[in-house]
């Protein structure tokens, strides 16, 4: 049988291959897939409970790259997954890459200069912003991508943009909220709620853990002030990202932080127990990308603490507001969301609970019978 290897490293990555895998178990499909782990993530919070909570099959293959700087990181994933793919007999026939993290650049870059075709699922999307380490991922990982599979609107657009070409790129929709979809009865039975000491609606969940916001400590300082005065009103939920234990403590704000009144700062939490959370929200407080797509989904408000999106759509479509470093506005639109008069979204274009079946046919299209680039899939 065709194999495939479907490479994963990070947090965000688990979400996205795992529909994709079920997606091929589920049809039986000739492409067998294999799954390589790079480990930039390794803590069993940030990895092994998204293992286990969405019944992904454990790793063939671990890497085990760990911390570093972004060019050690992207090195060591690069020299481990080119070794590998080197000693893979035979040589899968394509590699399945997800999101923008310093994993899926590095083992994008090790495939192609060994002539393995690459899916890029999330690909397209633009913030604009070169800055962001995960905009050179991104921009690198599409420039050498044979199959740009697309989530949203904006990603067609960046790609045809940047000049390429059509045939290679192909509007699947969300794979991220295949997870949702799949995972929320499971989300909704669990007691977090009660065991967090939570009302409904009466709680705000956030998370932050981009440099942009935890590097500095002006910025970080101004963001701990801003929690505290949303606590005058709300609950505060904070899963803090290690990146940001890490700054906190540096800059001696931790316990600033989490002795505040209202606050619950906690350890990273497994997916359940995040959508759980985030599902019954009063709305979100975020620097993430992921999240900024799942509140669209389930309409529930969201602003994002970053200067820019590179998910336009749940801007114009859904529930998002980007609000930069702008904390007046920020307070402002707390009290539109408290008042009722926020925005409410509509549903986005492939964000259906069946991307991921999608992503399969055109995997199978395209590496199953080799040459045989079927018409566009259109959700
Ligand atoms: C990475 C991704 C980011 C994604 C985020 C989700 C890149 C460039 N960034 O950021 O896009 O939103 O994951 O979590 O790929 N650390 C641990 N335990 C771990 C992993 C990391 O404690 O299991 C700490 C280490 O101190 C490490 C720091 O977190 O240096 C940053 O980890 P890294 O993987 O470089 O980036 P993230 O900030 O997690």
């Not at 997606?23 to 039986?28: C, I, N």
């Not at 008042?339 to 199978?364: I, S």
Request: proline share 6%; net charge negative; with cysteine.
């Amino acid at each position: 049988m065709p194999r495939i290897t479907v490479v994963a490293g990070a947090r965000p990555n688990f979400m996205k291959i795992a529909p994709i895998l079920h997606a091929l178990a589920a049809r039986r499909s000739r492409l067998e897939p294999e799954i390589v782990h790079t480990g930039q993530h390794y803590d069993p919070s940030l990895s092994d409970v998204f293992f286990e909570q969405l019944a992904i099959p454990a790793p063939d293959v671990h890497l085990d790259v760990g911390s570093a700087t972004h060019g050690m990181q992207t090195a060591r994933v690069l020299e481990a997954f080119e070794d590998h793919l080197l000693r893979s007999d035979p040589r899968p026939v394509g590699i399945v890459v997800v999101g923008d993290v310093n994993s899926t650049m590095a083992a994008a870059l090790a495939a192609v200069k060994l002539g393995i075709p690459v899916a890029h699922v999330e690909a397209g999307l633009r913030s604009f912003d070169r800055g962001m380490p995960e905009e050179i991922n991104r921009v690198v990982t599409d420039a050498v991508a044979d199959l740009l599979l697309v989530s949203e609107p904006a990603g067609e657009e960046n790609l045809r943009r940047e000049g390429i070409a059509p045939e290679r790129i192909r509007y699947v929709g969300n794979v991220m909220i295949d997870t949702v979809a799949r995972q929320l009865s499971t989300a909704r039975a669990l007691p977090i709620l009660e065991k967090m000491g939570l009302d409904r609606g009466k709680y705000v969940l956030v998370t932050l853990h981009r440099p942009s916001n935890v590097d500095f400590k002006d910025r970080l300082e101004a963001l701990v002030g801003f929690l505290h005065r949303v606590a005058y009103n709300l609950q505060v939920v904070f899963p803090v990202h290690p990146r940001t234990v890490k700054r906190l403590r540096e800059f001696g704000l931790y316990d600033r932080l989490a002795n505040g009144a209202g606050m619950h700062v906690v350890s990273p939490l497994g997916y359940h127990e995040t959508l759980g959370l985030m599902e019954q929200t009063a709305f979100v407080i975020t620097d993430s990308g992921g999240i900024q797509e799942e509140t669209t989904y389930l309409g529930v408000p969201c602003l994002t603490f970053r200067p820019n999106t590179e998910r336009p759509v749940t801007v114009s479509e859904g529930t998002n507001t980007v609000v930069g470093d702008d904390l007046a506005r920020a307070e402002e639109l707390v009290g539109e969301i408290l008042a009722g008069r926020y925005k409410k979204g509509k549903a986005v274009r492939g964000w259906d609970g069946c991307a991921a079946e999608r992503v399969v046919d055109v995997l199978e299209d395209v590496w199953m019978e080799p040459g045989g680039q079927k018409g566009a899939v259109q959700p």
